[in-house]
């Protein structure tokens, strides 16, 4: 059975730091990409960012760029999402992803069951 179970989710301050991951375990994803989406309420899930097998192409939405960092670790089955300078407006459920991505929800397989950041102002 495969699974992603995200983890690192929590309460942080605006301009403060978390550290998402993602465990992956059923089946290899070294040849996925792999994503992470949001969520918030009321709101359709958007596209966060991804990352190529190989690590060596990254993906990211503008609203995010130069503040979040998308890393994997493929011996790990694990990936990850740095979040730099969070703003209020990034609180939302945070999904992790595995398939043929790299941006739009449809062309992921496997999702995780989601994790509450919540950024206070």
């Known amino acids: 059975q495969v699974q992603l179970v995200e983890s690192g989710g929590g309460l942080v301050q605006a301009g403060g730091s978390l550290r998402l991951s993602c465990a992956v375990s059923?089946?290899?994803?070294?040849?996925?990409?792999m994503g992470w989406f949001r969520q918030a309420p009321g709101k359709e899930r958007e596209f966060v960012a991804a990352?190529?097998?190989?690590?060596?192409?990254?993906y990211y939405a503008d609203s995010v760029k130069g503040r979040f960092t998308i890393s994997r670790d493929n011996a790990k089955n694990t990936f990850y999402l740095q979040m730099n300078s969070l703003k209020p407006e990034d609180t939302a459920v945070y999904y992790c992803?595995?398939?043929?991505?790299?941006?739009?929800?449809?062309?992921?397989?496997?999702w995780g069951q989601g994790t509450q950041v919540t950024v206070s102002s």
């Open positions: 992803a595995a398939g043929r991505g790299p941006t739009t929800t449809t062309t992921y397989d496997y």
């Open positions: 990352v190529s097998w190989s690590g060596r192409s990254t």
């Open positions: 059923g089946r290899t994803f070294s040849t996925d990409v």
